[in-house]
């Protein structure tokens, strides 16, 4: 990789990889450090990363560089656990996005990753497998549990409405 494809790196996906890291950790200043750390690794192994896989190997390295931290700072396992509400939302919302980001927050953080990688970012299963270091039916699954999630939190539409 030369300098130049480097740049280009940078200009192509640090902006869409701020975006995935800023919505997986509602964090803007752990973010920009995730995405600074991923481009310095990026930097030290840019003679070992062909510029054709440059995309895949930052989001790779941001992933795993933030699930280290999400652990440092509970210093605890994913739980599959979460508390639901019974029947749809209390609250009238009118504002639908509002709502899903809501619901996307309670996600566990495995679940909220991979939905974010398939639906915000375009990957496929078998992407998001080498990404996540998951089977494909691994992410298959936490894709459907986050979809079911979501949409016994959201309940039926009238109830948004």
């Known amino acids: 990789m030369t300098r130049?494809?480097?740049?280009?790196a940078v200009d192509d996906y640090s902006d869409r990889l701020f975006r995935f890291v800023l919505k997986s950790i509602k964090d803007a200043y752990?973010?920009?450090d995730i995405v600074q750390d991923s481009y310095?690794?990026?930097w030290k192994n840019v003679d070992n990363v062909n510029a054709g896989k440059v995309k895949s190997y930052l989001f790779t390295t941001a992933y795993h560089t933030m699930i280290d931290r999400i652990r440092k700072e509970k210093n605890s396992v994913f739980t599959e656990e979460i508390s639901m509400p019974e029947q749809g939302r209390e609250n009238s919302y009118s504002d639908l996005s509002e709502i899903?980001?809501?619901a996307v927050d309670?996600?566990?953080e495995i679940q909220r990753m991979?939905?974010?990688l398939r639906d915000y970012e375009g990957y496929n299963y078998k992407e998001i497998g080498e990404l996540t270091k998951l089977s494909e039916a691994?992410?298959?699954v936490?894709?459907?549990?986050?979809?079911?999630f979501l949409k016994k939190y959201i309940g039926s539409i009238e109830a948004v409405a």
Request: hydrophobic share 35%; charged share 40%.
């Open 106 to 108: 309670r996600l566990p």
């Open 142 to 148: 936490y894709i459907y549990r986050a979809r079911v």
């Open 4 to 8: 130049d494809e480097y740049n280009q």
């Open 30 to 32: 752990k973010a920009e």
């Open 40 to 42: 310095e690794k990026l």
């Open 138 to 140: 691994q992410v298959k």
């Open 100 to 102: 899903l980001k809501e």
């Open 114 to 116: 991979v939905l974010l």
